[in-house]
């Protein structure tokens, strides 16, 4: 059974930091391409990181560039979000996701929640 499971979303000020993880488990996520998404109130889900499995490369969302950043831990079977210099509108639940042979998984979520 496949399991995507989130932590470490809170509450932060503007400028802080946060680092989400997202452990996993029922499927062998060496081979597996790794995502964060995040959906704000009334808004659609978008995609905020994503990293390879062959060589972990990275890509990032435009307005998350230079302040998030995505890596793996192939022994923890885990993924992490470092999020720095947050800002309001970073506020969302963010989603930790896979696909692979047609098939996709979504972790349960965070909420992250950018406020003084």
């Known amino acids: 059974q496949v399991q995507l499971v989130e932590s470490g979303g809170g509450l932060v000020q503007p400028g802080g930091s946060l680092r989400l993880s997202c452990a996993t488990s029922g499927f062998t996520f060496s081979i597996y391409g790794m995502s964060w998404y995040r959906q704000a109130p009334g808004k659609e889900r978008e995609l905020v990181a994503r990293?390879?499995?062959?060589?972990?490369?990275?890509n990032y969302a435009d307005s998350v560039k230079g302040r998030f950043t995505i890596s793996r831990d192939n022994s923890k079977n885990t993924v992490y979000l470092q999020m720095n210099n947050l800002k309001p509108e970073d506020t969302a639940v963010y989603y930790c996701?896979?696909?692979?042979?047609?098939?996709?998984?979504w972790g349960q979520g965070t909420q992250v929640t950018v406020s003084s």
């Open positions: 996701y896979t696909a692979k042979y047609g098939r996709f998984y």
């Open positions: 990293i390879t499995s062959a060589d972990s490369s990275t």
